[in-house]
């Protein structure tokens, strides 16, 4: 481990003459001891040059999620010179605010964490400044005048995917010529107060408000889950017969609305009952957008690990980093999935 208090040259000139010794045999010790203590040295040196990252991951409540931790799991290896401390939060803001004090009191090198809500990270992040650990959000953003709590941010734009999901519904309904016709449309929100949540509500709510005729009956958070999705969709079938159009801010959720849905005698899709927009995009939501289920998908990358070791590999060497860093996402549709599902791993 790179610590922060190095061991003093003293100290490693007497382990180098002390393996010395053993080596030629001065010593009291056979030489199989001699190599067992030199190889012991060596990964301990090794250690040393590691460069220390605690891992804050707000949690495992999407498929979209368990990639993304995949993803900086397989990029902060020991190959690559890294020791990963990481720790799952379980959607709860007080589980990454005590991971991040454990990280600041373990010395690492760094701190990259994805926050769970945008606010409410003041304190925390002001004592990992105070300790000179550099702070790299991932993923998600904060919400914070004070810009000097974290280094750099790597993630997706979530007011962008809002933007994008309005603008192909405004397409579609041209193209289908119901441009015109008051359109009803429900939305399972994530998370409450997650930059994910808050960015794709107010991206899609950008579009939908040059049109006097989108009518939003309803929009309530599902949390990103599956089970919720499924159980606020449930509602919203009782409350209203007349949903044109659902907008479902992440996969799991649309799995768990399709449940509902089936339950209902409700169907989705090109030549469904109900208009289906969802986002994340993972192998199985693409599959549905093949089959013509979900309309459109706007995908939402968690492939992030690598840009956050390439922004730690910056720091490292001195260059300069911006502030932001957005990691490239397209639109899935049935026109252009077949191009993409083959090479989705997750
Ligand atoms: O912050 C990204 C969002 O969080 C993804 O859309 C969702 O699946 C996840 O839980």
Same mark, same amino acid.
């Given at each position: ?106 010395? &690492? +090198?760094?701190?990259?964490? !994805? @926050? ?7 304190? $925390?992040?002001?004592? =990992? *400044? ?7 959000? &991932? +993923?998600?953003?904060?919400? !914070? @005048? ?7 941010? $790597?993630?997706?734009? =979530? *007011? ?187």
């Amino acid at each position: 481990m790179r610590m922060r208090s190095k061991p003093s040259i003293l100290m490693k000139a007497a382990s180098v003459f002390l393996v010395l010794l053993l080596a030629t045999g001065c010593g009291a010790f056979d030489s199989g001891v001699a190599k067992e203590y030199a190889a012991g040295n060596a990964e301990a040196e090794d250690e040393e040059e590691l460069i220390t990252v605690g891992f804050s991951q707000l949690g495992s409540e999407s498929v979209w999620r368990s990639a993304n931790t995949e993803s900086v799991k397989n990029a902060f290896t020991r190959q690559n010179g890294f020791l990963l401390e990481f720790n799952n939060a379980r959607q709860k803001q007080e589980n990454q605010i005590k991971a991040i004090r454990g990280f600041i009191s373990q010395r &690492v +090198d760094y701190i990259v964490f !994805s @926050p769970v809500t945008e606010t409410g990270w003041e304190t $925390v992040l002001q004592e =990992a *400044r105070s300790a000179g650990i550099p702070v790299i959000l &991932v +993923d998600r953003k904060i919400s !914070s @005048p004070n810009e000097n709590l974290y280094t750099t941010w $790597v993630g997706t734009d =979530a *007011r962008a995917e809002g933007e994008k999901a309005g603008l192909w519904l405004e397409q579609y309904l041209v193209g289908k010529n119901i441009s015109s016709k008051p359109i009803n449309i429900v939305v399972l929100q994530g998370t409450t107060g997650s930059s994910a949540q808050l960015g794709r509500t107010m991206g899609f709510d950008s579009i939908a408000d040059r049109h006097g005729n989108w009518n939003i009956l309803a929009q309530q958070s599902a949390d990103f889950t599956a089970a919720k999705g499924k159980e606020v969709m449930s509602e919203f079938l009782k409350k209203y017969d007349d949903i044109d159009v659902v907008i479902s801010q992440n996969d799991d959720m649309t799995f768990g609305a399709l449940d509902a849905m089936k339950e209902a005698g409700v169907t989705s899709g090109e030549n469904g009952d109900i208009i289906l927009i969802s986002f994340d995009a993972v192998h199985e939501a693409l599959e549905l957008v093949q089959q013509g289920i979900i309309n459109v998908d706007v995908e939402c990358n968690p492939d992030q690990g690598e840009y956050i070791m390439d922004v730690i590999r910056r720091i490292e060497r001195g260059e300069h980093v911006e502030k932001e860093n957005v990691v490239e996402e397209h639109v899935f549709t049935k026109d252009n999935v077949n191009e993409y599902i083959d090479s989705r791993t997750y």
